[in-house]
């Protein structure tokens, strides 16, 4: 009974030098021959695949490399920023010390609506709402 050339070839793989040499003495020249290329063809296919999955796994790691650049750059600008406003508002808080705002002398209800329109349109709103019953501060 005669093995096919794949049975061979993983008989000579795994168990090494007393399969070759057996396998030297029992089968005929041609036999070996084509078991000797399906073997270099499967090594070389594993080379081939070894070389791809290599590749794409560095091709991932200069993907991943420039990204974490790329959200290093980012992470710079939006701290830049964040300090700006900072910044800013230190010097309007600042500056705001420096005079009173006009609406501090006023009663409360009177700075709600002071110089706002919009707080008019809300007590018009609420009147047609509730009734003649809701009045604003500001009238």
Not at 42 to 55: F, M
Not at 99 to 119: A, D, I, N, Q, W
Request: some cysteine; aromatic content about 4%; proline content about 4%.
């Amino acid at each position: 009974m005669r093995m096919s050339s794949a049975s061979a070839a993983v008989s000579l793989g795994s168990s090494g030098q007393r399969d070759a040499e057996s396998l030297l003495r029992t089968k005929p020249m041609s036999e070996i021959r084509s078991v000797e290329s399906a073997t270099r063809k499967n090594i070389e296919d594993k080379k081939e695949e070894l070389r791809q999955l290599v590749g794409t796994r560095y091709r991932d790691l200069i993907d991943s490399a420039d990204s974490i650049v790329h959200m290093k750059s980012l992470c710079e600008s939006i701290s830049a920023n964040i300090s700006s406003i900072h910044g800013n508002i230190r010097s309007l808080s600042s500056s705001s010390e420096a005079k009173p705002p006009r609406s501090l002398s006023l009663t409360r209800p009177e700075s709600m609506c002071m110089g706002s329109r919009v707080g008019s349109s809300i007590w018009w709103i609420l009147r047609r709402i509730y009734g003649a019953a809701s009045t604003s501060p500001c009238f």
